[in-house]
């Protein structure tokens, strides 16, 4: 339970979890990879503006030397001097033209001779600003040029040159120092005496504007310390002994923050719908499971029960019970209970199966209400039930085996029709340390074929005794396989039936007779049903029906009567076996009458009809035996294609005891004339029935009072006596 629980909510989780931390991870890979790209690009633009500034602490130099190393230049500040031309070649005019803060040209003696700094008028005073920071670059070039240092010329650099980067008054600037010098050489210089000049350009102001015109710095600033706030960049400006003088700082152009700005919005859409989509996919998927688990519940339902009735099916019942037995307690008592119902087939057969249907659903309704504590009810298939219970004494089985009985016979009202249907049960009992299913099944079984055979509507619990009948049975049938095979055990008796008005014998009822090698004789009613469950009925049946016809060949003129078994007339072929008997002892059709009894026409698939209407055709007679007895109503007599109607021994037998016999007899003597049937009546013992019947219109008698069942040899006396008597009378 709580395993199932915690699977359903991971089930339901699981889906949103993942999603859940996909789109985070997409979110932090895409953030990481901002911001790398963010360092990367500041990291670039401080690398830019190092250049940009080495760059123009070079071009400065560079500057300087389109006027310093010049011939002209050498002469106008040593020898003539001319103000007015340095001004405009090595002064104001690098102001201009390079955009230069200011040129300086000092003597050899270190002595001022020209000054330009913007926004200053006076000369000495414009030189103070800047002497701080420009004399230790001019005493460093003095001393290089005096000792003929050389380093850093080339074919761009015409003249070494000492410069760096300084703070002045507060601001940043280049300072540039370079010797005016001869471009020919054909002027003179002592090394360390040539003239100077200096040139210094800020780097706030206009150098800011300019180069965040050109490489798009946005808000560049210089400051002393990086004090403007943390969304800016800061380079450091370093002197070249490495004193940082200040930082450049510039709001930086972030192109991951960008990126990211533009697709955040986008990111969580879609993140959104993802979510969704998993959420309402999950749901789907969940409810799909949940209907795929309902119907396989459904399945194993209509698996394990039967589609009628709703109660357990076989395999489910089996499945139970062994359950049942597995469980028990060694001292827990434990029933099986086999039911059968009576009569339920030919309901089926003459109702019809919707009735039937009906009817079934009823009983297992009444079984239940009935049976309420019982730990299994399953019908098993057809009309066979079987109740399970546990933990409940032997007398209270029976009671309850009683109350089953009793409720299934209770008429049943099906379409305002009544119907009346019999229970039979069998018991078997076990206590849980000695119950094994198959067994306990088994003697169910045998207890149910006991309680049939003691007469249907009841119910016996299985005994040892039973297993002993069991065996017996077995043995039997045996014995009679034998007898079939030969010998002479089997022999056929005849019982004469006399004509109630001439008392003469006009037909011979042909009844078998089993003598048993170590049991003696057996009497048809022990034998014949357990032939026809072995299969032997057929066998048993053409070797009676073979005798009575060459019995019918020794007394011509009497009619022989061998009786038929219902199973015998389902068979296809039977109408042609017994007319090929007849033929083969020549015998005519119209000698032999059969005599069936009432369960032998409650036949669905109408092939004992077939075959009797193939028999009458031929001339074969039909008698209805045991009439009365059967549950087909007087109705039932019309449909039915017999000749002769026997009433059976125990109406004759309640001739003065039993109230209604006579009247019972009497109508249906009149009944059978008013439809042409001759009647015959069995078991007539004493002169009075014999006297009533003759009286009643009775057209045979059969009983003991006329003549026993007797052998052939018997017969053979009898009959020639008789014949004598009616030959002689
Ligand atoms: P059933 O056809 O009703 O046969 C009449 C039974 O009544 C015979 O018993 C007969 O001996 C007995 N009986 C005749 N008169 C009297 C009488 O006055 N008093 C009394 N108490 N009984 C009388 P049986 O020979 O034991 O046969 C029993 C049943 O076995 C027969 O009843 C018949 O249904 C069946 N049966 C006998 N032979 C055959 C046969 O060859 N084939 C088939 N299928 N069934 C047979
Ligand atoms: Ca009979
Ligand atoms: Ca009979």
Redesign the pocket.
Known sequence: MNYEKLALLLKSILPLAIALSLVSGVYLALLWSAQQSDAVAIARQKQLIELVVSKMQSSIAHDQESSTVWDDAVRRVTKDWDRTWVDSNLGSWMHSYFRHDGAFVISADLKLMYAYLAGEAEEEKAFSRVEPQAMPLILRLQKRLSEGDQEGTSDQVLSIGESDLVRVEGRPAIVSVKPIVSDTGDIEQEPGREFLHLAIRFLDGDFLTEISDEYLFEDMRFSVVTDLGETRSYVPLASASGEVIGYFSWLPFRPGSNVMAAATPVLLVSGLCLLVLTTVLSAVLRRRSRRLQASQAELTHLALHDPLTGLANRASFNSQLSRVVDTAAADQAIALLYLDLDRFKQVNDTLGHPVGDRLMVEVARRLKDTAAHAAVIARLGGDEFTIVLQQIPQDEVERLCGALITAVRRPFEIDGQPVLIGLTIGVALATGDAADPVEITRKADIALYHAKSAGKNRYAIFGPHMDELVQMRRDLERDLRSALDGGRQLE??Y?PVYSAVSRAIVSL????RWRHPTKGMI???AF?PLAEEAGL?DR??AF?LREACSTARDFPGLSVA????AIELKQESYARQVLSILRQYDIQPTVLEL?ITETTLMDDAGICERNIAQLRQAGVRFAL??FGTGFSSFSRLQSLDVDRIKID?CFIEGFGSVAGSEAIVRSIISLAHAKGLRTTA????TGEQSQTLQEFGCDEL????LS??MPKTSLIELLGAVRGQTSTG
């Open positions: 056929v008796f019982q009822e042909a009844l078998l009497t048809p009613d014949i009925i048993l049946g009676v061998v009786n038929v078994s005599e035996d045991d021994r069995e078991g007539v013992e059969q009983g003991y009072l026993k069942p």
